[in-house]
C-alpha cells in the first residue's frame, strides 16, 4: 500500500483519499456518531429523572420523620 501511494502527488494522499472515504462511509459515520450522542443525553436524562426522585424522597420522608410507620 505504501509503495501504491508513493508515486501520487500530496493532493491524492491528504484530500481526495479522505473525500472519498467520507462520502462512502459519510453515512454510517453519521449515524454512529447520532447514535452516541443520542445515547449520551439519554444517560443525562436519566441521571436528571433519578436525581429528582431521590431529592423528592428525601423532602417527603423528611417532612414525615415524625410518623415511623415504616
Known sequence: MREIFAGMPWWVKWVAV???????FGGLIASIVGFV???????????ALVGGLIYVVRKFMAGSSSRSDW
Do not use: E, S
Open 18 to 24: 479522505p473525500v472519498i472515504a467520507l462520502v462512502v
Open 37 to 47: 450522542i443520542g445515547l449520551l443525553f439519554k444517560v443525562l436524562v436519566f441521571a
